[in-house]
């Protein structure tokens, strides 16, 4: 059963959802290599509008032609964990926008017997 609480660092990265990593979308490879790593957990976020360094908004009416919307990867976990993290993401992450928040976990219980 895996524990967190008290202090700790939330990471978010913010990219587009047509983001690529080998044909494969960059926030999933995220999420991918945050479980290998061990960290506490990893969520995506679509977002439903927004714009970036180059002012394109991108946003999901339904008369917008634009697809490419903006998606946030949250992780959280203890700071030493998550900022040994960081390294991975400056070969990962060519355009798009990584944060860093002091947090505080109130609860985090994981699944009894829960497997990959």
Do not use: K
Not at 44 to 55: H, P, T
Not at 88 to 112: F, K, M
């Amino acid at each position: 059963m895996s524990r967190l609480s008290g202090p700790a660092l939330r990471l978010t990265v913010l990219v587009g959802e047509n983001d690529r990593w080998h044909h494969r979308p960059l926030y999933s490879e995220i999420v991918h290599r945050v479980r290998a790593e061990g960290l506490a957990g990893a969520s995506v976020f679509r977002g439903i509008e927004g714009f970036g360094a180059s002012s394109l908004v991108h946003t999901a009416r339904l008369l917008s032609l634009s697809e490419d919307l903006p998606v946030a990867v949250v992780i959280v976990d203890e700071e030493e964990r998550v900022r040994a993290f960081l390294p991975q993401l400056d070969g990962l992450v060519a355009e798009g926008l990584v944060l860093l928040d002091h947090c505080e976990v109130v609860r985090y219980v994981g699944r009894e017997g829960a497997s990959g």
